[in-house]
């Protein structure tokens, strides 16, 4: 499926979005602190109620939203994955405590968008430069 002009609409609308204050500083808390790796480092770093479990919930379902878009064949992945990577990087640092979190939560549907959005993405990515991934996982904590 070709680009469109309402794609570009809607990736410019998302990227306005995240200049929203709370979502950035809730962004910059994530990109400076979520490394976690298990349940119990998770529900120590995000306690209910904190602040941190409000931006990690705020940065996940941000990104759970706009995978969404993709997932349902309203925006064009394809060009997203051209500007999104910052998506990849939600993953990459949720990927290992995710399992967890859904058994806790009782919902194995948790952030199932981004999950299915960063496969797809890792393909890609792949395609276009193969090691760029493992070479970005590295960079930012994964």
């Not at 794609?7 to 609308?13: A, G, P, S």
Request: aromatic share 12%; hydrophobic share 45%.
């Amino acid at each position: 499926m070709k680009a469109t002009y309402d794609d570009v609409n809607l990736v410019l609308h998302l990227y306005e979005l995240r200049r929203e204050e709370r979502l950035r500083e809730a962004r910059r808390w994530f990109l400076e602190s979520f490394k976690v790796k298990t349940l119990a480092e998770f529900q120590t770093l995000c306690p209910r109620g904190s602040d941190a479990n409000e931006s990690y919930r705020m940065v996940t379902t941000h990104w759970e939203m706009v995978a969404s878009f993709m997932t349902s064949g309203v925006l064009n992945q394809e060009l997203f994955f051209a500007s999104g990577r910052e998506l990849l990087l939600v993953w990459v640092r949720v990927r290992a405590v995710l399992p967890a979190i859904r058994e806790a939560y009782a919902n194995s549907t948790e952030l199932q968008n981004v999950e299915i959005v960063a496969q797809r993405f890792i393909e890609w990515w792949n395609a276009q430069s193969p090691g760029a991934v493992d070479a970005f996982a590295k960079r930012v904590g994964g």
